[in-house]
C-alpha cells in the first residue's frame, strides 16, 4: 500500500507547486492532479516538461489525473469534447507516468433510462479503453454516491466495468461514496480486488444516506463511515495499491496547506495501519 495525496484537500488554500513541496516533504508517493483547475493554474507559469523534470527527480509521482468529468450520456458536441480533452490526458500523462485518468459519471436532475446509462457508459468507456490502450494508462470510474449521479453505488458502477470487460478499465472506490448512497457491502465482498484501481479514503459526519455532500467529509477515522470494514475486506482481496486522501471540508482550507497536508497523512496512517503494515506508508 502507498500513501497519496488528492489535491482536492487542499483546493482552496495551495496550489500544485506548494502541494508537490509538501507532499514530497511528508513522505507521501503519489498525487491526484487536478486536471480541471490546479494543472491549468501550474501550466500558466511552467511547462509540462518542467512537471516532468520535477517527478523525474523526486520520490513522488503522479497517481491519476483528477477528472474526465460527466463522461457519459452527453450531446454529440459535449462527447467530442470529453473525447479531445481525454486525447490531450493521456498525451500528458505519457510524458508524466501517470498510472489513471479518473472518470466521473454524469450529475444531473434529467431523468435517464438506467439502460440508457448503462449502455452510454459501457459504449463510451469502450471508446476511451482503446484510446488509453497505447499509452498504458487505464481508466479509474468513480461512482457518486449523490441521488443525482447517473452511477452512484458501487454495484452498479462494478457492473459497468464489468461489461466492459477491458483490463485497463477499472473503478475508484471512494470510502465516502460508498457509505453516502448506501453501497451494499455483499456487492464490494463479491468484487475482484483486481478492478478496484484506486481508494479514496474520507470520512463524514452522520447525515443520513442520500442527503451527504461532501463538505461533510472529515479527517479519516473521525466520522461515521466504517472504515474498519472496508480495509479490512480489501486487504483480505489482496488490495495493496494506492490510498488517496481526499477532502473537501471548508474548515480546513482555512488551515495553512502544510497543516493540512501533514494532518492527512497522520490520520490516514492511523486508520489504515490498523489493516497494513505502517512502513509500508512510512
Known amino acids: 500500500?502507498?500513501?497519496?495525496?488528492?489535491?482536492?484537500?487542499?483546493?482552496?488554500?495551495?496550489?500544485?507547486?506548494?502541494?508537490?513541496?509538501?507532499?514530497?516533504?511528508?513522505?507521501?508517493?503519489?498525487?491526484e492532479i487536478r486536471t480541471m483547475d490546479k494543472l491549468p493554474e501550474y501550466l500558466e507559469s511552467h511547462s509540462l516538461d518542467d512537471l516532468a523534470a520535477y517527478f523525474e527527480s523526486h520520490h513522488i509521482k503522479p497517481l491519476a489525473f483528477n477528472a474526465l468529468v460527466f463522461f457519459n450520456n452527453r450531446s454529440g458536441e459535449d462527447h467530442d469534447k470529453i473525447i479531445a480533452e481525454f486525447k490531450q490526458m493521456m498525451e500528458w500523462g505519457s510524458r508524466l507516468g501517470v498510472r489513471y485518468v479518473v472518470a466521473v459519471p454524469l450529475v444531473t436532475e434529467e431523468?435517464?433510462?438506467?439502460?440508457e446509462i448503462r449502455s452510454s457508459s459501457v459504449s463510451v468507456l469502450r471508446e476511451l479503453s482503446d484510446i488509453a490502450k497505447p499509452y498504458g494508462i487505464g481508466i479509474a470510474v468513480e461512482f457518486v454516491g449523490h441521488p443525482q449521479c447517473t452511477i452512484n453505488t458501487f454495484g452498479e458502477a462494478y457492473?459497468?466495468?464489468?461489461?466492459?470487460?477491458?483490463?485497463?478499465?477499472?473503478?475508484?472506490?471512494?470510502?465516502?461514496?460508498?457509505h453516502a448512497m448506501g453501497s451494499k457491502r455483499e456487492d464490494l465482498e463479491r468484487a475482484d480486488a483486481s478492478k478496484i484501481f484506486i481508494l479514496h479514503i474520507d470520512d463524514t459526519e452522520d447525515f443520513q444516506i442520500g442527503l451527504l455532500t461532501d463538505e461533510d467529509r472529515v479527517w479519516p477515522?473521525?466520522?461515521?463511515?466504517?472504515?474498519?470494514y472496508l480495509l479490512s475486506t480489501l486487504?483480505?482481496?489482496?488490495?495493496?495499491?494506492?490510498?488517496?486522501?481526499?477532502?473537501?471540508?471548508?474548515?480546513y482550507y482555512e488551515l495553512e496547506a502544510e497543516e493540512t497536508i501533514r494532518t492527512a497523512k497522520e490520520t490516514t496512517l492511523e486508520v489504515v495501519s490498523r489493516h497494513y503494515p505502517v512502513q509500508a506508508l512510512a
Open 159 to 178: 457492473e459497468v466495468v464489468e461489461e466492459v470487460g477491458r483490463d485497463n478499465v477499472g473503478l475508484v472506490l471512494d470510502c465516502f461514496h460508498f
Open 235 to 251: 486487504r483480505a482481496k489482496g488490495y495493496d495499491d494506492a490510498v488517496s486522501v481526499e477532502l473537501f471540508r471548508p474548515e
Open 1 to 31: 500500500m502507498r500513501l497519496c495525496f488528492n489535491q482536492a484537500t487542499t483546493l482552496n488554500n495551495s496550489n500544485l507547486v506548494k502541494d508537490l513541496e509538501i507532499c514530497e516533504k511528508h513522505g507521501y508517493d503519489y498525487i
Open 221 to 228: 477515522g473521525q466520522g461515521a463511515i466504517d472504515l474498519d
Open 111 to 115: 431523468k435517464i433510462a438506467r439502460s
